[in-house]
């Protein structure tokens, strides 16, 4: 239960048709922020319903689940029933939030038990002092709509017409030509439309409020043991169907994890109210039946022939009021690939395992959790096993007990120390963030069969390069730092960077040795270490008052989480080759301090008086290679504000 305001996990959250597509990446979701969780399913004896749910990480303490029926109404406490407060035996009744992914049926004749299903969930909430509700909808609660301008995108704005709807049921039955799948699409239409509406009226009159998600039709890997009817749809298409049935009510797709990240979003920001349109991109039946045609000419995908959607005007980021959030969305692209690899890899967890060198360091922490969520085994390196600061915040994380495994790097041997680590990586190929020994861990790798590295490397070996022209951007696989130059200032962590990643390419091409590079900026972010590192303490400093003399270097910040997420990007796609640079934003040191000093200004921050960065072009989204693998980037104020959260939290300002 998260009082209202309390962002953080650790609450207490219900989830109903937590079985499902979405309600499953929802509950892994939740639990892997920390939350507990009460999910009701159809049957606790149906496995189906049930194994896939229990074996996530966290489900044995914090997953609690429940047949699909109303509970009474029962006090609870801060894990959902109601506590005492006092000892004067008062009673507290912290503001309750829920997310509704309410059971919407297909049939005519099913419509009012639909409706009622969710008068019933937000009834039962109320009666429990729930004052908040994310309710699930859908886009086809907003189309079609005949009175919507064909030359505007749809937005929260627009209501499906729901006589339009059951008119179009009647002149299907009467041609003839209604199949089941486009009888489902249309009442399932009709049936979240009055539902939403339903909901909405309740809202108003019992003072609930209620923040809805809508959104398109959801693909991407799942973790459901059955195919559900979106994704059924994409099967369909690639087995040689025709999806032209779905003319009057697609209107675009989604990732199913977008979905459960913006339904955190919205239960996370108590001011999040209305509905939310929820799309990658606003598109028409004949687009999208040609993108997944060209992706896969090998299957006999039928495309669309005639384009009758001319009342879809498309548009991209139509999920504004998402975006501002801070909820980012997966490319096409990449949510189908992840589809189909998830359909060959029977469940979407990978499962392999991987090798983390320097695991236990600021970036190496948040990549083992990442690598842990995602399924994988890892086994990490730390320099001492004896040393909990190394270890104890590694070994708290969600999987450790059962998939996370500890080696002690020995640095004057690093090579011999690590084939035990990296003997056994699935796939042949090695995660290697490390900073030291990096001649040694490849030479491990390729003694242990290892066939492809990922490299952690730096855009500290990109500059300072005097030679490369101030008015062009970097371009990652042409420019390098100048080591001559750096070490005349006696920057030396650079020259490392700069040459331990030299002498890496030069050994794999000696040694036929696959290698992608990753070159990130100034990280910064929030951080389970317990200690602060380099990049976090310029932060630090610069809160404290202290004045920065960065220009030699400085040319931009990177959220720790989005480092992570592309290293795992590159793991997981082999075509991914050559270096990587990894900024939210090429900027100056002046740019930097100024926008900290206007972001918080109760600290003595010194702002940059003279800008002696000539030598550096601005530039937004530099990282192109990597936004083209799908990598998005977070904003520069929610890095800030998370990464200060967490000096608060540590009592470090």
């Excluded at 953080?8 to 990446?25: E, H, N, P, Q």
């Excluded at 108590?270 to 039946?285: N, T, V």
């Excluded at 990464?643 to 608060?648: A, E, G, K």
Aim: charged share 25%; with cysteine; hydrophobic share 40%.
């Amino acid at each position: 239960m998260a009082p209202d305001g309390d962002g953080g996990g650790g609450g207490f959250v219900c989830v109903t048709g937590g079985s499902g597509f979405i309600g499953s990446w929802l509950v892994r979701l939740l639990l892997g922020r920390g939350y507990t969780v009460h999910a009701t399913v159809k049957n606790l004896h149906d496995e189906g319903e049930t194994k896939h749910l229990q074996a996530m990480d966290g489900a044995g303490a914090r997953l609690r689940l429940r047949p699909r029926r109303l509970p009474p109404r029962v006090p609870y406490d801060t894990g959902g029933r109601r506590s005492r407060g006092n000892d004067s035996g008062s009673i507290t009744t912290p503001v309750v939030r829920c997310i509704i992914n309410p059971i919407i049926v297909a049939r005519k004749e099913l419509l009012e038990p639909a409706v009622k299903g969710t008068l019933n969930v937000l009834r039962a909430a109320r009666d429990c002092g729930v004052g908040r509700v994310v309710l699930m909808s859908s886009q086809a609660a907003m189309v079609p709509n005949p009175n919507w301008p064909e030359d505007k995108v749809i937005d929260e704005d627009c209501w499906a017409d729901v006589e339009l709807l059951k008119k179009l049921q009647v002149d299907a039955i009467v041609q003839a030509c209604a199949n089941s799948c486009s009888e489902l699409q249309i009442w399932y239409s009709v049936s979240k439309t009055l539902a939403e509406k339903a909901a909405w009226d309740f809202a108003a009159t019992e003072g609930l409020q209620v923040a809805v998600l809508n959104p398109g039709m959801v693909l991407g890997p799942m973790l459901t043991p059955s195919v559900n009817v979106s994704l059924q749809l994409l099967l369909q298409l690639l087995r040689g169907e025709r999806l032209d049935h779905l003319d009057k009510i697609y209107v675009g797709c989604v990732d199913v994890r977008d979905v459960a990240d913006s339904l955190m979003m919205l239960y996370e920001n108590p001011a999040a109210q209305g509905r939310h349109l929820c799309i990658e991109s606003i598109e028409r039946l004949v687009d999208f039946t040609k993108k997944i045609a060209d992706l896969y000419p090998e299957y006999p995908v039928q495309r669309t022939l005639e384009d009758k959607q001319g009342w879809v005007a498309r548009g991209k980021d139509p999920s504004k009021k998402l975006i501002e959030l801070g909820s980012p969305f997966t490319p096409f692209d990449k949510t189908i690939r992840d589809t189909m690899d998830a359909a060959g890899d029977s469940g979407g967890a990978r499962g392999g395992l991987v090798c983390v060198t320097g695991g236990s360091g600021f970036i190496g922490s948040w990549l083992v959790r990442l690598l842990l969520d995602r399924g994988y085994t890892v086994h990490a390196t730390v320099k001492n096993l004896q040393d909990e600061g190394e270890t104890k915040h590694l070994q708290a994380l969600d999987g450790a007990g059962t998939r996370l495994r500890l080696f002690q790097m020995d640095l004057l041997d690093p090579a011999s120390s690590m084939r035990p680590a990296i003997d056994g990586a699935r796939g042949k190929e090695l995660l290697e963030p490390a900073l030291k020994g990096t001649l040694s861990v490849l030479r491990a790798a390729k003694d242990c069969g290892v066939g492809r590295v990922v490299l952690m490397s730096s855009k500290s070996a990109m500059l300072p390069n005097p030679a490369w022209p101030a008015d062009k951007a970097i371009v990652e696989d042409d420019c390098w730092a100048d080591v001559e130059l750096l070490k005349k200032r006696q920057l030396w962590y650079n020259v490392s960077k700069t040459l331990a990643e030299k002498a890496a390419w030069d050994f794999a091409e000696k040694e036929g040795l696959q290698l992608v590079v990753l070159n990130p900026g100034t990280t910064l972010g929030p951080f389970f270490t317990p200690s602060v590192n380099t990049s976090l303490n310029i932060l630090l400093q610069l809160l404290r008052g202290q004045e920065l003399e960065l220009d030699a270097v400085y040319t931009g910040w990177v959220d720790v989480r989005d480092v992570a997420q592309s290293a795992i990007v590159l793991y997981e796609n082999p075509s991914a080759q050559g270096r990587h640079l990894c900024l939210a934003a090429m900027e100056r040191l002046v740019d930097f301090t100024d926008k900290i000093a206007d972001m918080y200004p109760e600290f003595p921050v010194q702002r940059t008086k003279e800008d002696k960065q000539g030598w550096l072009m601005r530039a937004e989204d530099p990282s192109k290679k990597l936004i083209e693998l799908g990598v998005r980037f977070a904003p520069f104020g929610q890095t800030i504000r998370e990464t200060v959260d967490c000096f608060r939290s540590k009592g470090l300002i």
